[in-house]
Nanobody, 127 residues
Framework: QAQLVESGGGSAQPGGSLRLSCAPSGFSLDFHAIGWFRQAQGKEREGVACISSFGNTRNYVDSVKGRFTISRDHVKNAVYLQMDSLKSEDTATYFC????????????????????WGQGTQVTVSS
């Protein structure tokens, strides 16, 4: 099964920034929509941001709009999540996921739509 590898997690102070990276292991991300999800301790995994196959559609959960930016680099075969103005409530394990959507412009934040996942990277925001 195709695997993804996340990196870039760590600790930050409130108001700080982190940049997460997602890279595939042994396959191309071309024609895949990519989503970033997070799971805080004791809570369900939620969709944070997603980007369509060609990068022309991006969706964000309301709580991160204006603070997080998802992007992709087809040459480097990677997807990024730039997280700015971090808040303590952003503390969670972040996962990237991939899927080949029915339509190239599709980008969904539903967990059940993705079939390849990474192991996650921890993000901790505290003072």
């Amino acid at each position: 099964q195709a695997q993804l590898v996340e990196s870039g997690g760590g600790s930050a102070q409130p108001g700080g920034s982190l940049r997460l990276s997602c890279a595939p292991s042994g396959f191309s991300l071309d024609f895949h929509a990519i989503g970033w999800f997070r799971q805080a301790q004791g809570k369900e995994r939620e969709g944070v941001a997603c980007i369509s196959s060609f990068g022309n559609t991006r969706n964000y959960v309301d709580s991160v709009k204006g603070r997080f930016t998802i992007s992709r680099d087809h040459v480097k075969n990677a997807v990024y999540l730039q997280m700015d103005s971090l808040k303590s409530e952003d503390t969670a394990t972040y996962f990237c996921a991939a899927t080949r959507p029915k339509y190239a412009n599709d980008c969904l934040l539903r967990r059940q739509d993705y079939n390849s996942w990474g192991q996650g990277t921890q993000v901790t925001v505290s003072s």
